[in-house]
Nanobody
């Protein structure tokens, strides 16, 4: 069993900050990339940011310069620091990991349950 558990969502005013965290646990052999996606009502799920095991990062154009992704390989965690939040950042944010389970041959993608981020005055 593998679990990804997110935390840190909530309600924040425009211009404010939030930090999301995600911890992967279970029978994990290794983790390749980790990332954050979001889905607003009526929209498709979209990539927000991703980070490889080596620390290379990738950001959606809409969040570049405002969000920072980081990870702790030893703890199997990934975080998303979100600054200067805008109402259009409102969405459910999902943690994602490309990982290999113990006994598995291939890497596969796993998702967290999602955490709500609401940016509103």
């Amino acid at each position: 069993q593998v679990q990804l558990v997110e935390s840190g969502g909530g309600l924040v005013q425009p211009g404010g900050s939030l930090r999301l965290s995600c911890a992967a646990s279970g029978s994990i052999l290794s983790i390749n990339a980790m990332g954050w996606y979001r889905q607003a009502p009526g929209n498709q799920r979209e990539l927000v940011a991703s980070i490889t095991s080596g620390g290379s990062t990738n950001y959606a154009a809409s969040v570049k310069g405002r969000f920072t992704i980081s990870r702790d390989n030893a703890k199997n965690t990934v975080a998303l620091q979100m600054n200067t939040l805008k109402p259009e950042d409102t969405a459910v944010y999902y943690c994602n990991a490309n990982l290999r389970r113990l006994g598995a041959i291939w890497y596969d993608y796993y998702w967290g349950q999602g955490t709500q981020v609401t940016v509103s005055s």
